[in-house]
């Protein structure tokens, strides 16, 4: 292969450090989703490159479990955005300090 | 040493990382994190791991990215155009993104890890069918099961109290 581990594992670190600026600067709701995908597509990314250079099969299996409960967590996500956006009709989570209705 | 196509696909996932957090515009913002999603998709075909490039695919671009989309339009107008953030917590955050970055950058630049290369074949997507179906069984079960209560509790959480029966079917 021509790619080596390093360079995958670089690309996935960049994409952690996005993400986390995303999480601590964004007070949008829906753009915090935005930040947790693409955490959790670093984390996929890392999965299967090990898995390659290893190489073992394990490191696709847990790939595909990881999208599988990240499609979950984004239904229950996305469902929570518009029970809160009904509730104040706005989605800075500021306002969802108090979780009260 | 890489080559041009992850090059490329380097560009296109972090660049549209940032443009999805970054664009004024949330619908363009969800518009560019399909980008970074179906970048994403794009190593995992150089990983040679098509089986799992094609359920990434399906599973974000085809459905989750699609679902934040019909979300983003549920809310006002006014509000999908609207930054909300602090300017000093902006450049904190910044900070911090880079901190990140060149540390664990130094640290994995650092390790054994750079010397790992590979001449052996790809792991064949039969195998990892096999380790669904026999190691990973009670795994997969439970996984269908979280899924389903997933599912059904998003369908709770968004039902709407305040509309009749006779109401939601005129």
């Excluded at chain 1, 090990?50 to 990240?70: D, E, N, V, Y």
């Excluded at chain 1, 509730?87 to 989570?93: A, L, R």
């Excluded at chain 2, 696909?9 to 179906?38: D, F, H, K, P, Q």
């Excluded at chain 2, 269908?144 to 059904?152: D, E, K, P, Q, Y």
């Amino acid at each position: 292969m021509t790619n080596e581990l390093i360079d995958f594992t670089l690309v996935s670190v960049a994409m952690l450090a996005i993400g986390i600026y995303g999480l601590a600067v964004k007070r949008n709701f829906i753009r915090m989703l935005f930040a947790v995908e693409i955490i959790i597509n670093a984390a996929n990314l890392n999965l299967v490159a090990f898995g390659r250079f290893l190489p073992h099969a394990g490191g696709q299996t847990m790939a595909l479990f990881s999208i599988a409960i990240a499609a979950a967590e984004v239904a229950v996500g996305l469902s929570l955005i518009i029970v809160a956006y009904r509730m104040y009709q706005n989605v800075d989570i500021a306002d969802f300090r108090s979780l009260k209705g | 040493m890489a080559d041009a196509a992850f090059l490329a696909l380097t560009v296109i996932t972090i660049g549209s990382a940032i443009a999805a957090l970054e664009m004024r515009s949330l619908i363009y913002g969800s518009i560019a994190l399909m980008g970074t999603l179906g970048g994403i998709a794009g190593f995992f075909f150089l990983l040679d791991a098509p089986f799992v490039a094609l359920f990434q695919l399906a599973v974000y671009v085809g459905s989750i990215a699609v679902l934040i989309l019909f979300t983003v339009m549920l809310v006002k107008r006014e509000l999908i155009f609207k930054m909300i953030e602090d300017r000093r917590r902006k450049f904190a955050g910044i900070g911090l993104m880079l901190i990140i970055m060149v540390s664990l950058g130094a640290v994995f630049l650092d390790s054994g890890i750079k010397t790992i290369t590979t001449d052996e074949l790809a792991v064949d997507f039969r195998d990892i069918g096999k380790n669904f179906v026999t190691y990973y069984w009670p795994a997969l079960i439970l996984m269908g099961l979280v899924l389903a209560g997933s599912v059904t509790g998003a369908l709770v959480l968004a039902r709407r109290e305040d509309v009749e029966d006779d109401q939601r079917t005129n």
